[in-house]
C-alpha cells in the first residue's frame, strides 16, 4: 500500500501564475482533504472533497479551487499566485469523510515556492 | 471545534517517559480527542484518539481526564525519532476537517 502520494514534491512559480497540485488518497479511501502549513505554522484546512464535490472549505479565497476524479484522486489548483501562497500543501485521506474512530492519513506534502 | 492549549515545547531525555499535556477545556461531549505528530520536513501521522476512556496502541498512551478538559499523550520510551511536533486536536465526528493549533515541539536528547 503505497499510502498518500503527492506530486510533484517541489514547485517553484511566479507571482499571478496557477499552479496544480496532485494526490492519490490511500487506498480504501474516498475522501480527500488539503490543508496549508506556513514555515512555523500549524496545517490549516483548505477543503475536502467526497463523492467529487466540495464538502467543507475553509478560510480560502476562490483563488484555491479544487477537484475529484472518479477514482478519488484530487487536484489543488491555486490561480493567481502570490508570495504568501508559498507553503507546503498537505494531502490527506479518510474513509467515507473522518468520522468515527477514524484517523487521516497525510501525504508528504507539496512545497511551493512562489518567487 | 474546541480550541487546545499545548506548551510550546518539552524536552525529553532518551528511553525515558514523554508526557504531553493537552487542555481542552470547552470540549464537547461529542469531540474526540486526537494526536497526530509532524516529524520535520514531512506530513502528520496520526498518533491516537479517544473519547472519555484512556487509550493505549503500539505507538503511545492516552490519558483523558474524568471531566475531559484535559489529556496527557504518554510516550513510554521516548527515543530520538520521537522528536517531532505534536499536535492534540478535538474533532467533532460531524465535521470535517482537523484544526491544528500551534503543537509541542519535543526534543528528545540523548
Known amino acids: 500500500d503505497a499510502g498518500v502520494t503527492q506530486s510533484p514534491t517541489h514547485l517553484i512559480k511566479t507571482r499571478g501564475q496557477q499552479v496544480t497540485l496532485r494526490c492519490s488518497p490511500k487506498s480504501g479511501h474516498d475522501t480527500v482533504s488539503w490543508y496549508q502549513q506556513a514555515l512555523g505554522q500549524g496545517p490549516q484546512f483548505i477543503f475536502q472533497?467526497?463523492?467529487?464535490?466540495?464538502?467543507q472549505r475553509g478560510n480560502f479565497p476562490d483563488r484555491f479551487s479544487g477537484h475529484q476524479f472518479p477514482n478519488y484522486s484530487s487536484e489543488l489548483n491555486v490561480n493567481a499566485l502570490l508570495l504568501g501562497d508559498s507553503a507546503l500543501y498537505l494531502c490527506?485521506?479518510?474513509?467515507?469523510?473522518?468520522?468515527?474512530?477514524?484517523?487521516?492519513?497525510f501525504g508528504q506534502g507539496t512545497r511551493l515556492t512562489v518567487v | 471545534d474546541a480550541k487546545t492549549t499545548q506548551p510550546t515545547s518539552m524536552d525529553c531525555a532518551e528511553g525515558r517517559a514523554a508526557n504531553l499535556p493537552c487542555n481542552h477545556s470547552t470540549i464537547s461531549g461529542n469531540e474526540y480527542v486526537y494526536w497526530y505528530r509532524q516529524i520535520h520536513s514531512q506530513g502528520p501521522q496520526y498518533i491516537i484518539h479517544g473519547l472519555k476512556n484512556n487509550e493505549t496502541n503500539e505507538m503511545a498512551s492516552l490519558i483523558i481526564t474524568e471531566d475531559r478538559k484535559s489529556s496527557t499523550l504518554i510516550l513510554p520510551h521516548a527515543t530520538l525519532r520521537d522528536t517531532a511536533v505534536y499536535y492534540c486536536i478535538v474533532f467533532n465526528n460531524a465535521g470535517n476537517m482537523l484544526t491544528f493549533g500551534g503543537g509541542t515541539r519535543l526534543m528528545v536528547k540523548p
Open positions: 472533497y467526497y463523492e467529487e464535490e466540495e464538502r
Open positions: 490527506a485521506s479518510s474513509p467515507t469523510g473522518q468520522g468515527l474512530n477514524t484517523e487521516a492519513f
